[in-house]
Structures are given as structure tokens and as C-alpha cells.
């Protein structure tokens, strides 16, 4: 399977622990996503990295939250003093971006839950 | 800035019936138009995509969309709805870069 994938698929912390998430992107992908999903919600943008940059982050991404790419290969996302509010899915994505009107197509890993208790 | 409505938190439709979901997008340009698919505890899957040419596009599971400029809309249609097309569907729009929005989705379920 050469899809995006998600590690782990599901963690559950006590609230002021840290975890970490890990994605592999699509191998041919320079771009890669971090949403966060609530229950009852569409996917909301977190941050994206071009190769090893990350070039936007959303102000949803408070200080406790950091991501990395340090290879433009697989990243993390690292949550630190966890809080309940934290607890939801974190879908990793990735895209090939070209020029043009080709556009950014994302395709989604299955995702990772997390709660907080 | 750009944003997708779908007016529809939920909808029932009986297995065989046609099906339609409604999504509006706020954008100033020609958007990158999306619909997704989410089955309960898994990611999202691309059903189809409309970046420019013929407004009508077709995808995977035997789901088209039309792209409507005037209406603002992208309605994802499907002649016969299954049991197993029972998921959550997401319109979203990307503004060209990198970000993609989506809406709040709608959630269908099929009834024999």
C-alpha cells in the first residue's frame, strides 16, 4: 500500500502528558498536511510543510503543538501538557504540488485519535 | 476569504433512490472544487475533483458533480444510492497554494 499512513491509530493520554504522532506521506509527495477533525466536523487546517520547510501554521496551532519534516519525508506532530479540548482525529494528508491549473489534490492517511482523559 | 457550505447536517435517502448533496463555496476566483467521503473511524477518500473544462465531472463509486459558477454551488449527485454509500461527505474548495477547506459535512443514511 502506497498511501498516506498514520502511527499511531489511536492513543489515549492523561491530560499534561506529551504524544506524538507520525505520518508518511505518499513517497512522491512534497507536500504534507496536519488537520485536526472534531466529531461532527469537516477537517480543519493545522499547518504544511514543502519538503523539510513548513511554511503555514493556523492559529489553531497553539505553542503546545509542534510539527516537523526533517528529512521532507515522513513528519510528526508533537502535543505537549496534552488537555481534554485536545482530544480528536488528526488526519495527516499529502499532495504533489505542481504549477499551473493542475491544482493541489490531498489525499488523506486514515488518521490518528486522541483522547485526552 | 474562502469557505464551503453544506446546508444539510444529515440526510435519509432509501436504497435505489437518486441522491443529491448540496455545497456552496465562497471564493473571488475559479476555485479547485472537491468532494470527499468518510466512513466512521477512517480518513477521507477523494470521490472526485473539478479544477477547470467540463463542468460536469464524474468520480469514483458512480458519483458525479456539477460545477455551477452562477449558483456558486457543487452538488454531488448519484442516480442509485447502496447500503454501503451510507458515510459522511465533505465538499471543499482549495484557493490554488496549499490550503483546502471543507465544510461541516453532510451525513447520509441509507435505508433498505
Known amino acids: 500500500d502506497t498511501g498516506v499512513s498514520q502511527d499511531p491509530r489511536h492513543k489515549i493520554t492523561k491530560r499534561g502528558q506529551n504524544v506524538t504522532f507520525r505520518c508518511d506521506p505518499i513517497?512522491?509527495?512534497?507536500?504534507l498536511y496536519w488537520y485536526r477533525q472534531t466529531l461532527g466536523q469537516g477537517p480543519e487546517f493545522l499547518t504544511y510543510?514543502?519538503?523539510?520547510?513548513?511554511?503555514?501554521k493556523s492559529r489553531l496551532l497553539s505553542d503546545r503543538f509542534s510539527a516537523e519534516r526533517p528529512k521532507g519525508s515522513f513528519s510528526t506532530l508533537e502535543i505537549q501538557r496534552t488537555e481534554q479540548g485536545d482530544s480528536a482525529m488528526y488526519l495527516c494528508a499529502s499532495s504533489l504540488a505542481r504549477g499551473g491549473r493542475s491544482g493541489n489534490t490531498i489525499y488523506f492517511g486514515e488518521g490518528s485519535w486522541l483522547t485526552v482523559v | 476569504a474562502q469557505s464551503v457550505t453544506q446546508p444539510d447536517i444529515h440526510i435519509t435517502v432509501s436504497e435505489g433512490a437518486s441522491l443529491e448533496l448540496r455545497c456552496n463555496y465562497s471564493y473571488g476566483a475559479t476555485p479547485y472544487l472537491f468532494w470527499y467521503v468518510q466512513s466512521p473511524g477512517q480518513g477521507l477518500q477523494l470521490l472526485l475533483k473539478?479544477?477547470?473544462?467540463?463542468?460536469l465531472v464524474q468520480g469514483i463509486k458512480g458519483f458525479e458533480a456539477e460545477f455551477k459558477r452562477s449558483q456558486s454551488s457543487f452538488n454531488l449527485r448519484k442516480p442509485s444510492v447502496h447500503w454501503s454509500d451510507a458515510a459522511e461527505y465533505f465538499c471543499?474548495?482549495?484557493?490554488?497554494?496549499?490550503?483546502?477547506?471543507f465544510g461541516a459535512g453532510t451525513r447520509l443514511f441509507v435505508k433498505a
Open positions: 510543510f514543502q519538503n523539510e520547510a513548513q511554511l503555514e
Open positions: 471543499a474548495v482549495g484557493a490554488g497554494g496549499f490550503k483546502t477547506i
Open positions: 513517497s512522491e509527495h512534497n507536500r
Open positions: 473539478y479544477f477547470s473544462g467540463d463542468t
